[in-house]
């Protein structure tokens, strides 16, 4: 084999390693991202229930940086008496909810169903 060949095998060698090294630092960049979104929605998602009364069920619709350092999280809430409140947000990065569609202000001490954003599931105590 000569030099020219084995220096081409090497170059191709170090470009798949270089490739693979890339591929997996996005994927576990991803994951951290997705694990970061999930932890901000479950602390938002207590947040919600310390301060609004009479939740059955907490759905995140979306999360998103409004301006830097400002996170906007829109959510549903099914209040335990059916009826489903959409369109609500808050501001991570501030205070308050922004929201026409009538919340509750208060505590629920009950337990609460959060679907976040991903799918996942959980249940507040």
């Known amino acids: ?17 270089v490739i693979l090294a890339l591929a997996i630092g ?28 009479d939740i059955k069920k907490i759905t995140f619709t979306a999360l998103y940086e409004s301006s830097p350092g400002i996170k906007n999280v829109d959510f549903d809430i099914e209040e335990t008496d059916g009826t489903v409140i959409r369109g609500n947000s808050v501001i991570i990065g501030s205070f308050g909810f922004h ?7 208060g505590s629920t001490d009950e337990k609460v169903k959060v679907i976040y954003t991903s799918g996942e599931e959980a249940v507040l105590e």
Do not use: C, N, P
């Not at 929201?99 to 202000?105: I, P, R």
């Open 1 to 17: 084999m000569s030099k020219q060949k084995k220096r081409m095998a090497v170059g191709i060698i170090v470009a798949l390693f």
């Open 26 to 53: 996005e994927t576990l960049y991803m994951k951290s991202k997705e694990h970061d979104r999930i932890e901000l929605e479950k602390q938002t998602a207590i947040e919600i229930k310390d301060k609004v009364k």
């Open 99 to 105: 929201s026409g569609k009538g919340l509750k202000m």
